[in-house]
């Protein structure tokens, strides 16, 4: 049950760009799943979903931080387009039609 | 010689603490500061509200775990409040995009503004330029019968002179009712809220939903992230509804009817376009672009014309 949950937050924190912006949890993750899997195939089902908990935590981490970091660049490129923009403007240059 | 139960008593009683190796009563008052600080920086009291509910159970679960169980609730504890503290952060970062977004708009209305102050001067420019030719013809001498080829071709010159005038003039008044058009629209949008995008009524028996344009990009045919939202939520009703439905775009009745025909034809096709691509069937759907044909309101105030600019998706 924790496994199928561990798996499909793993899979949203690398849709949410987890790969590129946050690998370190999302490895923790990852190992934590491989570990859960391991345990439950050794019939020790309460570790592995002590494992497959903290896989989530992890998955949970991991895309939470990746989308911190897009949202932290989306507003650095939009602050300094407004820039640009009002740069522009008060210079009279030629600018983008909205 | 101690017992070995009399051993298990003592191992028992001894504080959590000692027994796991992890000052447990330490993280737990660092932890806490760390979550109350960041629920003062969530100001709004919503903004990752449940992130950081989860992190501080989990610090209340570090506090009541087991000696064996201490080690995995400190961690669980700590990576909670990490991702409490991104989100709040992410959220934020949500807030400012929405404010950059209406500072970019301010300063497109600005430039609209200036944009049609320009258009303005232009066009009185050559109403003038076209006036003072006119006076000048009118006041000059009619041709002699039997006049000189050559003073046929000036005045021939002269006329043709008077018809470009006359078409620039006509451009720089179509320039400026666009220009005005999309001052208004970034004016409506910076002002529009999510709930004024859609609203629905009943007309005999049929329901019309009703989309304002400050659900586009200003001037444009494309529809914005969040009406798309809006949208993809309206799909629902219309695909369970099982009715067809006619998508039909109207604008004011500033500038050229030709361009007014040819973008509420392009966002009536927009709107078509993502109620399709959210599941309501392409053969239940139709779009058309009515221009300023079928106002709802005056033209002659801006609200009126903002009441003017919208679509209407219709149940057949």
Not at chain 2, 276 to 290: D, I, Q, R
Request: glycine share 6%; aromatic share 2%; proline share 3%.
């Amino acid at each position: 049950m924790q496994i199928g949950r561990a798996e499909s937050a793993i899979e949203s924190a690398k849709q949410a760009g987890a790969p590129g912006l946050a690998p370190e949890s999302l490895l923790l993750a990852e190992t934590a799943l491989s570990d859960a899997q391991a345990l439950l195939a050794r019939r020790k089902s309460k570790d592995a979903e002590r494992a497959a908990l903290k896989s989530i935590r992890y998955a949970e981490l991991s895309a939470s931080q990746a989308r911190y970091i897009m949202l932290k660049e989306a507003v650095e490129e939009k602050t300094a387009r407004n820039a640009g923009l009002r740069r522009e403007l008060l210079l009279g240059g030629e600018r983008d039609k909205p | 010689m101690i017992r070995p139960w009399l051993m298990l008593m003592l191992v028992c009683a001894l504080p959590t603490v000692e027994a796991a190796g992890i000052p447990v009563a330490e993280s737990v008052a660092q932890l806490t500061q760390e979550m109350d600080g960041l629920d003062r920086e969530a100001r709004d009291g919503n903004a990752a509200a449940l992130e950081r509910l989860q992190a501080r159970q989990a610090i209340e679960r570090l506090q009541a775990a087991r000696a064996r169980d201490q080690q995995a609730a400190l961690e669980e504890a700590q990576v909670l409040l990490k991702t409490a503290e991104y989100s709040v952060k992410a959220s934020q970062l949500k807030d400012q995009l929405v404010q950059l977004d209406r500072e970019r708009d301010a300063i497109m209305v600005e430039a609209a503004r200036r944009d049609a102050a320009l258009a303005r001067r232009e066009t009185e420019r050559l109403r003038l330029q076209v006036l003072a030719r006119e006076e000048e013809q009118s006041q000059g001498i009619e041709p002699e019968s039997g006049a000189m080829p050559a003073e046929q071709q000036a005045a021939a010159a002269s006329a043709s002179a008077t018809g470009e005038q006359a078409r620039r003039v006509a451009e720089a008044k179509a320039k400026e009712a666009e220009l005005a058009r999309l001052e208004e629209e970034l004016s409506a949008q910076m002002n529009a809220r999510q709930d004024d995008y859609l609203r629905s009524r009943v007309v005999a028996g049929k329901t019309i939903y009703t989309l304002s344009a400050t659900a586009f990009a200003p001037g444009k045919p494309a529809l914005t992230a969040a009406a798309k939202d809006v949208l993809g939520m309206l799909s629902k009703k219309l695909k369970s509804s099982g009715k067809s439905w006619s998508v039909e775009g109207h604008l004011d009745a500033l500038g050229d009817e030709a361009v007014n025909l040819q973008l509420s034809r392009k966002r009536a096709d927009s709107v078509l376009s993502v109620l399709k691509s959210s599941g309501v069937p392409a053969n239940k759907l139709s779009a058309k672009g009515l221009g300023s044909g079928k106002p709802v309101a005056t033209n002659q105030s801006k609200s009126g014309r903002a009441q003017n600019r919208r679509i209407e998706i219709i149940q057949k």
